[in-house]
């Protein structure tokens, strides 16, 4: 019964910048993870970067150095932000959240499109 909405992306050119949000709806106390995923045409889900309800951020190798995940947990909200980006990063992002061993919910993903 969690909600997810996403919001944020959209088209830009190689090298620029996109800042994708997620606002999380719903009763619960705190979560386990907070992540984003991508999912490029041809290719299976992946993960991109995840937060831990303690602050410990992991990411993929492919993004380091240039995503960066964060959240407001006044707002319940989640945060991409995305810089430097290659045609590469095209995909749908989705949005997830781990609230607990069998609570996992999905955002219905959201557009980025890397191109010149």
């Known amino acids: 019964q969690v909600q997810l909405v996403e919001s944020g992306g959209g088209l830009v050119q190689p090298g620029g910048s996109l800042r994708l949000s997620c606002a999380v709806s719903?009763?619960?106390?705190?979560?386990?993870?907070m992540g984003w995923y991508r999912q490029a045409p041809g290719k299976q889900r992946e993960p991109v970067a995840v937060?831990?309800?303690?602050?410990?951020?992991n990411y993929a190798d492919s993004v380091k150095g240039r995503f960066t995940i964060s959240t407001d947990n006044a707002k319940n909200t989640v945060y991409l932000q995305m810089n430097s980006l290659k045609p590469e990063d095209t995909a749908v992002y989705y949005c997830?959240?781990?609230?607990?061993?069998?609570?996992?919910?999905w955002g219905q993903g959201t557009q980025v499109t890397v191109s010149s």
């Open positions: 997830k959240v781990v609230i607990s061993v069998n609570q996992n919910y």
């Open positions: 937060i831990t309800n303690g602050g410990t951020t």
């Open positions: 719903g009763s619960f106390f705190r979560f386990n993870t």
